[in-house]
């Protein structure tokens, strides 16, 4: 069982169409990461939230983190085909005294011109 | 301002050799984490290391598996006696905090290993 369930896996839109991305626990996180991550590439970091509710925005990008803390978003405006890559939430879960992320599966975005 | 160091970028390895993955951290940080990502599957935390120390290796496999950080040097993932399915990518994050709520880790390029 995935502990971070990420929605859809798969998405392929067209520029210019909007998107949203969910990353979905039955668990509570202290924080919560957005990566991107191109082929034979490490992710790369996008956001960290941390409090309940909080909301921020990277450029075309808004991430949000739940006020329960078990869930976040990120949604795309306008999306361009250098958006295309893999989007992967992490987070630490509340209680664990290391360092370790658990990440979920990743969502697979393709943007066609 | 460098960031995270991994070396070799691949490696191929036959069954039943050893293989030796380096990770230097981001300057200024002194905590690192392996991660393994096998192919179709996301990515797995395998163990926390700072200076001399394992903090954390519950996602280690129990056998021919071995990490260390050294006072001086890069940390070094080691897998012995490789098997096929130690084929994945094996990346490295450091991080310039022990666990803190802000807590972020900074990824390397991973390291590509084939076990033919």
């Known amino acids: 069982t995935q502990l971070l369930e990420q929605s859809p896996q798969f998405l392929s839109i067209q520029e210019g169409e909007n998107l949203t991305v969910y990353c979905n626990s039955s668990?509570?996180?202290?924080?919560l990461q957005w990566y991107r991550q191109e082929p034979g590439e490490g992710p790369v970091l996008l956001v960290t939230?941390?409090?309940?509710?909080e909301v921020k925005k990277l450029k075309r990008l808004t991430f949000q983190f739940g006020d329960a803390r078990k869930d976040s978003s990120l949604h795309i405006t306008a999306a361009q085909t250098g958006d295309t890559g893999l989007y992967l939430c992490?987070?630490?879960?509340?209680?664990?005294?290391?360092?370790?992320?658990?990440f979920g599966q990743g969502t697979e975005l393709s943007v066609k011109p | 301002n460098a960031g995270v160091m991994q070396n070799p970028r691949h490696l191929v390895r036959r069954r039943g050799q050893e293989a030796r993955l380096r990770c230097s951290p981001m300057?200024?940080?002194?905590?690192v984490y392996w991660y393994r990502q096998l192919p179709e599957e996301g990515l797995k935390f395998m163990v926390y290391?700072?200076?001399?120390?394992?903090?954390?290796e519950s996602g280690m496999p129990k056998e021919r598996f071995s990490a260390e950080f050294p006072k001086e040097g890069p940390s070094i993932l080691r897998i012995q006696q490789v098997v096929r399915g130690d084929s994945a990518a094996y990346f490295c994050?450091?991080?310039?905090?022990?666990?803190?709520?802000?807590?972020?880790?900074?990824f390397g390029p991973g390291t590509r290993l084939t076990v033919t």
């Open positions: 994050a450091s991080s310039p905090y022990r666990a803190s709520s802000s807590y972020e880790q900074y």
């Open positions: 668990s509570v996180f202290s924080s």
């Open positions: 939230v941390v409090t309940g509710g």
């Open positions: 992490a987070g630490r879960k509340v209680g664990n005294q290391g360092g370790k992320l658990i």
């Open positions: 300057k200024g940080h002194s905590h």
């Open positions: 290391l700072q200076k001399e120390n394992i903090i954390d």
